[in-house]
Nanobody, 114 residues
Framework: QVQLVESGGGSVQAGGSLRLSCAAS????????MAWYRQVPGGERELVAV???????DYADSAKGRFTISRDNAKNTAYLEMNSLKPEDTAVYYC????????WGQGTQVTVSS
């Protein structure tokens, strides 16, 4: 059974930082592109950042310069370091693993207050 378990969400003030973690089990993330998405109530799930696993990383324009996606294959875990957080970053953040098919975590809430 594949599980992606996110952690590290919470409430911070604008300008603060959070580090999200995504611990995977049932898969070996070495073979997967690992990504973070976010979704606000009533909105569509949007891509925040993706680590392709071959060294390439892509970011949404809103995340460039502030967020850093990384992975530790030995720990089977992906991360999203978020700095200079803004109220508009408030959302549920989801971890995604993709290789031929998608796996999703349950999401972790990030709330940024002004």
């Amino acid at each position: 059974q594949v599980q992606l378990v996110e952690s590290g969400g919470g409430s911070v003030q604008a300008g603060g930082s959070l580090r999200l973690s995504c611990a995977a089990s049932g898969i070996v993330i070495d073979f997967y592109a690992m990504a973070w998405y976010r979704q606000v109530p009533g909105g569509e799930r949007e891509l925040v950042a993706v680590n392709h696993g071959d060294g390439r990383r892509d970011y949404a324009d809103s995340a460039k310069g502030r967020f850093t996606i990384s992975r530790d294959n030995a720990k089977n875990t992906a991360y999203l370091e978020m700095n200079s957080l803004k109220p508009e970053d408030t959302a549920v953040y989801y971890c995604n693993a993709r290789y031929l098919r998608d796996f999703w975590g349950q999401g972790t809430q990030v709330t940024v207050s002004s």
